[in-house]
């Protein structure tokens, strides 16, 4: 399994982004996307999660209102869709899975602080920067 994030790019405060975290050779029913960003000098950060299937959501504080998790299942695919971006949005932005073996159906949120060893598969990142 690989997951690949792409669509980090520099943007201007207040614009706008999507990133994509696709998944290769991926076969699982019961699993969560979450998108992580860490910011030079700063702990990862757990910012948006998306349970698949199901598509219910979960964001933390910093991006609530602005961002949107969104998945396209056939593709095997989730979006992170970030509006008005502010420059503490600079970061590499990370996508990671969580399979639910078993077909537990845990919180969302709490997803947002588990460890990173937690997560079965992480991507390689993808870097985003604002500009004021």
């Known amino acids: 399994v690989q997951l690949v994030e792409s669509g980090g790019a520099s943007v201007q405060a207040g614009g706008s982004l999507t990133l994509s975290c696709a998944a290769s050779d991926f076969r699982f029913d019961n699993y969560a996307i979450a998108w992580f960003r860490q910011a030079p000098g700063k702990e990862r950060e757990g910012i948006s999660v998306i349970r698949v299937p199901g598509g219910d959501t979960a964001y933390a504080d910093s991006v609530k209102g602005r961002f949107t998790i969104s998945s396209d299942r056939a593709k095997n695919t989730v979006f992170l869709h970030m509006n008005s971006l502010k420059p503490e949005d600079t970061a590499d932005y990370y996508c990671?899975?969580?399979?639910?073996?078993?077909?537990?159906?845990?919180?969302?949120?709490?997803?947002?602080?588990?460890?990173?060893?937690?997560?079965?598969?992480w991507g390689q990142g993808t870097q985003v920067t604002v500009s004021s």
């Open positions: 990671a899975c969580l399979l639910f073996l078993g077909g537990g159906r845990p919180d969302l949120q709490p997803i947002l602080s588990r460890h990173s060893a937690e997560f079965d598969f």
